[in-house]
C-alpha cells in the first residue's frame, strides 16, 4: 500500500452536495479526490430551488454571480384549489443573505456550474466513472478499494477523511451498517420535464393544485424549462402513466398542448422521510441525501446537502490544518440535524396541504385558509412556521453566554471595504475567524493573541480602513443591537461562536485553538 495515492479528503459522490464540497476544499488549499461512477453530469433536473442562504456558500467560492445568471427568482408558492383559483399564498422571508430568498434552477446547469469551479484547483483530482466498492477505516486514514469502471480494473487510494455524498441509496451508508429510520410515503409520484416552446399564462409561477382528484405541481425552472409532478392514484398503474400519451393527457388538464413545450424526460419516485442514525463513523462522514431524505414540498433537498457540507468542510480543513482539535468533527451531526428535522417537518406539513384527497376536508381546507390569508398576522405566521427556518444552531461549536447573538447566522448586507468599494460582507471578512465589533465593550486580549483579525463596523459615512467595515445601510449595526450584542465572533461558516454585550467578557476561543495564520507561521 506503499505506493497507493494519498489525499487529505476523500469525497464519493459528485452531485451538486459532492461538487460543494470540492470547491470549497479546493479553495482552503487541502489535496482533495473526487470518486464519481457516472461519466458526466446527471441529464435529468432534481433539485428545483435554492436560497439565499445556499447561494451565499457559493458565494464562498466565487461562483454566485454566474449561478445567479442561470436562476429565476421565484415569487413564493401560491396553492390554488380545483379550478386554479388561488387559497393561499406563501411568501419566502429575506433574511438579509444578500442574496433573493427564494430562485428556481436548473440542475444541470447548476451541476455544471459546480464542476467549472472545481476544475479551478489542481488540487482536486477527479475519477469519473470509478466505484468505490469498500472502505477500510485505520487509525490515521482511511483505504478506499474503487473499480475503474472504463477499464475493468481496481485500485485503492487513501484519504484522511471520507464525505459520502453518494445519494438517497447511499452504498457507503450501507457498507458502515448505519440505519436509515423514517417513512417511506406510499404514494408515487411522477415528474415530467418540459422545454418551453410557447409561454402561456403563469408559466412563471410555482403553483400547488390543491385538487384532490388529481393534486398537482406546477414549477417554473429557468433556461426555458419547466415541470410537472403528480401523484399516482391509489387504482392507477405507474407503468400505464409513463407514457408519451398519458403524460399528454395529464399535460391538457393544465391547459397544456405541444405547442407550448417539449417534453424532455419523466420517471417516477417515492418521496422519503428519513435521517441517518450516525452521520460520523470513526473518519467517514455522511452528507446530503446520504445522511437525510425529506418531501419536495418547499425545495430543500439540495439545499440541505450543500448546508451540511458548509458546515462539515471548514471543520476538516481546521483539523487536518492542527488549528483545532479533531473532536470538534462531533458538532456536525449536533449542529445540522436538528435544523434539517425542522426543516423535513415543514417540507411534510406543506405537502399535507397540497395532498388532501377528501373533497370535504378540501372544501374546508379552501373556506379556512381563503379566510385567514386576509389576516396579515396569520400570512406572517404561514411563512414563519411553513417555510424556512432561521438559520441557527442551539449546540455545538459555539459558547452560550446568556448573550442572544450566539449559534445565529450572521446576516450580510453590502458594506463599504477599504478602498471604499461596496462589496458584501462575506467578501470583506472571508471565509476565516473573525471578530466583529462596535468600539464599545472590553477588550478580547485571548482573541488578539490568536491572531484573528478584528473589525469595527461604522456608521454610514464613517471612514473605513484595513480594520473598519462601513455598514453601508446601518443593517449590521442593527442586527448587532437587535441581539444585545457589542462584539461577535464568527466562525469561517458565518456563524457566531461566541457573543457580548458592552458590559460582558468576551468568552475565549475554543480549547485546543490555533488561527490558521499563528500556526503557519510557528510551523516556518
Not at 227 to 237: I, L, M
Amino acid at each position: 500500500m506503499s505506493d497507493a495515492a494519498t489525499y487529505d479528503v476523500a469525497i464519493v459522490g459528485y452531485g451538486p452536495v459532492g461538487a460543494t464540497a470540492a470547491n470549497l476544499l479546493g479553495q482552503m488549499g487541502l489535496n482533495v479526490v473526487v470518486i464519481e461512477r457516472d461519466p458526466d453530469i446527471y441529464f435529468r433536473a432534481r433539485a428545483i430551488s435554492t436560497d439565499e442562504e445556499v447561494v451565499r456558500i457559493w458565494q464562498q467560492v466565487g461562483l454566485a454571480d454566474q449561478l445567479n445568471a442561470d436562476m429565476q427568482p421565484g415569487a413564493g408558492a401560491t396553492f390554488v384549489d380545483a379550478d386554479g383559483v388561488p387559497i393561499a399564498k406563501l411568501l419566502p422571508a429575506d433574511r438579509g443573505n444578500g442574496h433573493p430568498p427564494q430562485q428556481f434552477i436548473y440542475q444541470p446547469a447548476v451541476d455544471r456550474v459546480l464542476r467549472e469551479g472545481v476544475d479551478r484547483f489542481p488540487n482536486v483530482a477527479l475519477l469519473l466513472e470509478h466505484e468505490c466498492l469498500r472502505l477500510i477505516q485505520h487509525s490515521d486514514s482511511v483505504e478506499l478499494l474503487l473499480a475503474d469502471l472504463t477499464r475493468d480494473e481496481f485500485k485503492r487510494i487513501r484519504a484522511t477523511y471520507v464525505i459520502a455524498a453518494d445519494g438517497g441509496s447511499s452504498a457507503i451508508r450501507g457498507q458502515l451498517g448505519i440505519g436509515f429510520t423514517g417513512r417511506t410515503y406510499s404514494e408515487r409520484w411522477i415528474v415530467i420535464d418540459t422545454k418551453v416552446l410557447q409561454e402561456w399564462p403563469g408559466h412563471d409561477r410555482l403553483r400547488f393544485h390543491c385538487n384532490p382528484a388529481r393534486p398537482t405541481v406546477d414549477c417554473p425552472t429557468p433556461l426555458g424549462h419547466h415541470r410537472w409532478e403528480f401523484p399516482v392514484r391509489d387504482h392507477e398503474d405507474e407503468k400505464d402513466l409513463l407514457t408519451d400519451e398519458a403524460i399528454w393527457k395529464v399535460l391538457a388538464h393544465q391547459g397544456i398542448t405541444k405547442d407550448n413545450v417539449e417534453i424532455i424526460g419523466f420517471a417516477c419516485y417515492n418521496h422519503h422521510v428519513r435521517f441517518a442514525d450516525r452521520w460520523r463513523v470513526g473518519r467517514i462522514f455522511l452528507a446530503g441525501d446520504a445522511a437525510h431524505a425529506m418531501p419536495p414540498w418547499i425545495g430543500q433537498g439540495m439545499c440541505a446537502g450543500v448546508r451540511d457540507v458548509a458546515n462539515l468542510c471548514w471543520k476538516l480543513h481546521a483539523v487536518i490544518a492542527g488549528s483545532l482539535p479533531e473532536s470538534v468533527l462531533d458538532t456536525y451531526q449536533a449542529e445540522r440535524l436538528p435544523h434539517v428535522k425542522e426543516v423535513t417537518k415543514r417540507a411534510v406539513k406543506v405537502g399535507e396541504i397540497i395532498i388532501e384527497r377528501s373533497p370535504i376536508r378540501a372544501a374546508a381546507r379552501n373556506r379556512l385558509l381563503r379566510v385567514a390569508t386576509t389576516i396579515p398576522a396569520f400570512t406572517t405566521w404561514l411563512r414563519d412556521h411553513r417555510w424556512l427556518p432561521d438559520a441557527r444552531y442551539d449546540a455545538g461549536l459555539l459558547v452560550r453566554n446568556g448573550n442572544p447573538a450566539a449559534g445565529w447566522l450572521i446576516p450580510q448586507p453590502w458594506v463599504i471595504d477599504e478602498k471604499g468599494d461596496r462589496v458584501r460582507f462575506d467578501d470583506v471578512v472571508g471565509s476565516r475567524w473573525a471578530v466583529l465589533h462596535t468600539g464599545t465593550g472590553r477588550p478580547w486580549h485571548e482573541w488578539r493573541s490568536a491572531g484573528v483579525p478584528a473589525y469595527r463596523v461604522v456608521a454610514s459615512g464613517g471612514t473605513p480602513g484595513a480594520d473598519r467595515i462601513v455598514d453601508r445601510d446601518g443593517a449590521l449595526t442593527a442586527w448587532l443591537e437587535t441581539k444585545k450584542a457589542a462584539v461577535v465572533v464568527v466562525r469561517p461558516d458565518g456563524f457566531i461562536y461566541a457573543a457580548a454585550g458592552a458590559d460582558q467578557p468576551l468568552p475565549p476561543p475554543p480549547a485546543g485553538f490555533t488561527s490558521p495564520a499563528v500556526r503557519a507561521k510557528d510551523l516556518a
